[in-house]
């Protein structure tokens, strides 16, 4: 299916580098220190420091998500990344979490380079950080608290829009609508994320403006990601309208279809309340579901993209592969547009 | 706001005109006689003929939305569509209309050159159409209903998005997630619609493999849209958020927030059952709100886009800044990747 040689690959990568000297892009992959502009999502339970240290020794931007990890695990992991890699790699960070101060004071002792924010306000944390020196990037799903995460201080945004997989904003914002707006309102660069699972869809959201794409789905389906077969599994065969966004009286989730996201459909056919819907969702299903393979009583979050791909492949392949299509389906928009 | 002379704009068309020839663009523009790939949404209530001629006009396909108009109207708007324009023209039709066999009637009597069918399976009318001559696309929200389309005869698909304004489809698979799907699984050419405003957002979906953009809710805010001026600026007024799909359980359709949106809420919150949900829409609510613009009790059916779009134009004006929007995204994206 990849018919690229090496030799190929690395010439093409050779291009990429010198044009990006003269592009916003540059400002982005300078300011993070990496190749490309390709972020990968700290999801929870999917990206630990195997998958993380893979993408960045591949050129991108990889990433460990705290958000499913005890303070002494994020230790370990972040310990375990920067022995796999010498590269630039970041730590995300859900701002939401009832151990947030401690998971600070790890990332700061153990020098993380970047740090992504998610779920909250980040401009409690943004001194603490910027002080240390450290790059900053929060997650946004609307234009308003992109210019929020800049005045703030943060070096860049990761706009988020409503395909994404897992939790989302509650503007129901799709990632075409979301990043014009997104980079109208704000002068840092902004990173798309949501629905971005190859060249063609990444050189979309540049189209709209961004600067780079931050993939999750896409990395759940690599050999180096920690979820679950069974899980990988279910994403394989995932089909058109197989997840939806649900549990909006909470927060926002996008789930795979599953007999939990059934029981949580019946739940509201029975008008559920909020407190029968917390009850019911309770505690660890992601863990269950996503690290545990079970894909009974776990929840599944995967975004929309699931539904078109189809293979389980190396991160660093992954990284390479969309740069490759990234150009390649630049090269067509040129037969007709130039 | 729009800076360009008369001049430079003749110049980057005929520029297009050029690399045209070497695309599957061309082969879009060629099948529709057309100049630009910028096919105007046939809405209800805010799509009559001069509109539709105002598209045309300028070079896009104009089209008039037969949804809301009895035979005589429609019949009456496409001759008035015919004496003011030399170019080809659409009608959209909705298949789930009672009327649709005396529209189709009047569609082949009048010689409408291109027909645009939704909401419902061509197969039964492809052959009509065909037989006559005319040009067929069909509006679809999926892959599987794209393969079926291009299985029953027509020359092109429109992919909406969940993003789009009105009536939407079931998977709620956003732009950037549909169009690589549809253009994986046909060979006849792909329209993105949903989400789609202005140049950078057209690239955006030519880049993901689409041949050309239906615009809907841009040509809402067209001096000659027939929507009500009340409705227009309500649109004018829309911020993020502002838009949501619901009556799900119904035909799920977009809607701006509105007293009338209000009621729908309040609906849900009270377990409405689907007949308590169609008791409340009733009949007549779209041309309550979009053509008599009150406010209150009209159903106002528009995309997510709204919240980005800013100026009420000419028609025509929309096409032209579309195009040169287009080609500036274009020459920025080759600065950074070439």
Redesign the interface.
């Known amino acids: 299916m990849f018919e690229y040689t090496k030799k190929m690959i690395d010439s093409i990568f050779q ?2 580098r010198i ?2 000297y ?5 400002k982005l992959t300078e300011i993070l220190g990496i190749d490309f502009p390709i972020i990968q999502g700290g999801m929870i339970w999917c990206s630990g420091w195997e998958l993380a240290a893979a993408v960045s020794n591949a050129g991108g931007l990889g990433t460990i998500g705290a958000g499913s990890m005890y303070p002494d695990v994020l230790r370990e992991q972040i310990r375990k990344c920067k022995a796999a890699t010498t590269r630039p790699f970041a730590v995300n960070l859900p701002l939401i979490y009832p151990q947030v101060a401690e998971h600070i004071q790890i990332i700061i002792e153990e020098e993380v380079p970047v740090v992504i924010t998610s779920a909250g306000n980040p401009k409690l944390y943004a001194p603490t950080f910027k002080e240390a020196g450290r790059v900053l990037m929060h997650v946004v799903s ?3 608290f992109a210019k929020k995460a800049e005045d703030a201080g943060c070096d860049a945004v990761i706009a988020e ?3 994404a997989g897992g939790h989302n904003g ?8 979301l990043i ?2 997104v980079v ?1 309102a704000v002068t840092i660069p902004v990173i798309a994320a ?3 699972a ?1 060249g ?2 990444m ?7 961004a600067s780079g794409a931050q993939m999750g789905s896409r990395f759940v389906l690599t050999h180096e990601s920690s979820a679950h077969m069974n899980f990988k599994q279910a994403v394989l065969n995932a089909q ?2 197989d997840t ?2 649900t549990l909006k009286e909470l927060t926002p989730v996008r789930l795979l279809n599953s007999p939990f996201a059934d029981q949580v459909k019946q739940a509201y056919l029975d ?1 559920a309340t909020i407190e029968d819907l917390k009850t019911l969702l309770g505690r660890g299903r992601a863990k269950k579901g996503m690290f545990e393979g079970d894909l009974l009583e776990g929840e599944l979050e995967i975004g ?2 699931s ?2 791909m189809n293979n389980l492949i190396s991160a660093g392949e992954v990284v390479r592969q969309t740069m490759v299509e ?2 390649e ?2 090269n ?7």
């Open positions: 291009q990429f044009q990006a003269l592009s916003t892009v540059k609307s234009a308003k829009g409503f395909e509650r503007e129901e914002t799709t990632t075409l609508c014009p707006q109208d949501g629905g971005i190859d063609r869809s050189l979309a959201v540049m189209a709209l403006g058109e309208g939806q966004l008008h929309q993209v539904a078109r990234l150009l389906a630049k067509k928009l040129n037969v007709f547009l130039t």
